[in-house]
């Protein structure tokens, strides 16, 4: 089955800066990506995702690449903000969609001010 | 208006007790999940249920049963409860075909 490693496990940025969030996966067969963010208390939400057909994804600060021959893929928050304190979670699954999915183990993105 | 819905939100049960969680959605998604998140936040799929197929995550126990009276609800029964059931229950829903997972605001089960 999938394995998906994430670092790091906590990430402790100054607001403003950049944050990068990496991800490996072990199936070549996975070919959708995802991240949620779930804030403390609250349920996990879809920020942002990539398919295999592509190399890059943006949506304003956030940003998502993925490299299929190294099986890695990252997560880019830059401009970084208080919201933006949360566990961030990357998922792998080859069959396109929600289903399948493995999450990696999250990481706790701290924004100090 | 709540898409996915789960009571109840906490459930602080004895070792040994049977106990359910409820959820419904009202999307008119296709596909219904449960999963499991740990205290160190490991989110771990345990089942999808869809078109009355059920997928099983073969490390879940058969303690743990998904019952689905209708495509809208997927309700969740632990029997005989153990000190290691202790988590965050989350629900969630996708369309056929679909992407995004759809989370419920989770159940805290503790168990004493």
């Known amino acids: 089955g999938e394995n998906v490693e994430q670092h790091p496990s906590t990430l402790s940025v100054q607001e403003g800066d950049s944050a990068v969030i990496k991800c490996t996966y072990s199936?070549?067969?996975?070919?959708?990506f995802p991240w949620y963010k779930q804030e403390l208390g609250k349920r996990p939400q879809l920020i942002i995702d990539?398919?295999?057909?592509?190399g890059e994804k943006k949506d304003q600060r956030i940003a998502v690449t993925l490299n299929k021959t190294a099986k890695h893929f990252s997560l880019h928050i830059t401009e970084t903000q208080p919201e933006d304190s949360a566990v961030y979670f990357c998922?792998?699954?080859?069959?396109?969609?929600?289903?399948?999915?493995?999450f990696g183990k999250g990481t706790h993105l701290i924004i100090q001010p | 208006d709540t898409a996915v819905s789960q009571t109840p939100k906490y459930l602080v049960t004895q070792m040994g007790n049977d106990k359910s969680i409820k959820c419904e959605q009202n999307?008119?998604?296709?596909?219904m999940y449960w999963y499991k998140q740990d205290s160190k936040k490991f989110l771990k799929i345990m089942f999808s249920?869809?078109?009355?197929?059920?997928?099983i995550n073969e490390t879940v126990p058969n303690r743990f049963s998904p019952k689905s009276p209708d495509k809208a609800h997927l309700n969740l029964h632990i029997n005989s409860l153990e000190l290691g059931d202790s988590a965050v229950y989350f629900c969630?829903?996708?369309?056929?075909?679909?992407?995004?997972?759809?989370f419920g605001e989770g159940s805290r089960l503790t168990v004493l």
């Open positions: 969630a829903s996708s369309p056929n075909s679909g992407r995004e997972l759809f």
């Open positions: 199936d070549s067969a996975s070919n959708y």
């Open positions: 990539i398919r295999s057909n592509v």
């Open positions: 998922a792998a699954s080859e069959g396109g969609g929600a289903d399948g999915l493995t």
């Open positions: 999307l008119g998604h296709d596909t």
């Open positions: 249920y869809n078109n009355k197929e059920l997928i």
